[in-house]
């Protein structure tokens, strides 16, 4: 079946804009993650969903940043009046269940704020 | 929180050696450690996962070892290939709060 996709696949936004990021997870799947990676680094923890619920946001930088899973598939990560430092690939993953489990990640969406 | 060390953080081998990768871990909570490979312009792939009841885990070329008291978890790849070559990285996580560590570029020449 189809793997984590994510939209889209690049994003060139200026500073103070607001942009949308989506991930769309594997069918089935009721855990969904967000993760931040800057160049040279490892993926940075943002938020988890099991469900429509954000079960851990404790990952978020500050509150310019919110995500929702209104229905329990489709995520979506929103960043508000963005900074040239949120500049990153920003990476979605889904789990089957909601215990630590393999992660299957989408390819990111490169995000650069001018 | 959770705080994983990785290195080194490059590696250059020859084709048919072996390669070692370490991570340390500071929450002796966690319980779960995967290794991700990531390739230019994808997201990372589990390669291999390793649970805190187990000590060491093997799948073909690929081995990964847990010592739960030192906090210390490693990636062995025998017989290395070109197609090994990519970024390595390491993750602890106790429930899905999941942290890497900075990651591992791996060369394998041919």
């Known amino acids: 079946g189809a793997g984590v996709s994510q939209t889209p696949s690049n994003k060139v936004t200026e500073k103070g804009k607001y942009v949308e990021l989506r991930c769309d997870p594997i069918?089935?799947?009721?855990?969904l993650y967000w993760y931040r990676q800057s160049l040279g680094q490892g993926p940075e923890f943002l938020i988890y969903?099991?469900?429509?619920?954000?079960?851990?946001d404790s990952g978020l930088p500050n509150d310019r940043f919110f995500a929702v899973r209104p229905e329990g598939s489709v995520s979506t990560l929103k960043i508000q009046r963005t900074e040239r430092g949120d500049s990153a690939v920003y990476l979605c993953?889904?789990?089957?269940?909601?215990?630590?489990?393999?992660?299957?990640f989408g390819p990111g969406t490169r995000l650069t704020v001018l | 929180g959770e705080n994983v060390e990785q290195h080194p953080s490059t590696l250059s081998v020859q084709e048919g050696d072996s390669a070692v990768i370490k991570c340390t871990y500071s929450?002796?909570?966690?319980?779960?450690f995967p290794w991700y490979k990531q390739e230019l312009g994808k997201g990372p792939q589990l390669i291999i996962d390793?649970?805190?009841?187990?000590g060491e885990k093997k799948d073909q070329r690929i081995a990964v070892t847990l010592n739960k008291t030192a906090k210390h978890f490693s990636l062995h790849i025998t017989e290395t290939q070109p197609e090994d070559s990519a970024v390595y990285f390491c993750?602890?996580?106790?429930?899905?709060?999941?942290?890497f560590g900075a990651g591992t570029r791996l060369t394998v020449k041919p």
């Open positions: 993953a889904s789990s089957l269940g909601s215990g630590p489990d393999e992660q299957f």
């Open positions: 069918s089935g799947h009721t855990a």
């Open positions: 969903f099991q469900g429509t619920g954000a079960a851990d």
């Open positions: 929450d002796s909570a966690s319980n779960y």
């Open positions: 390793i649970r805190s009841n187990v």
């Open positions: 993750a602890a996580s106790r429930n899905n709060d999941m942290r």
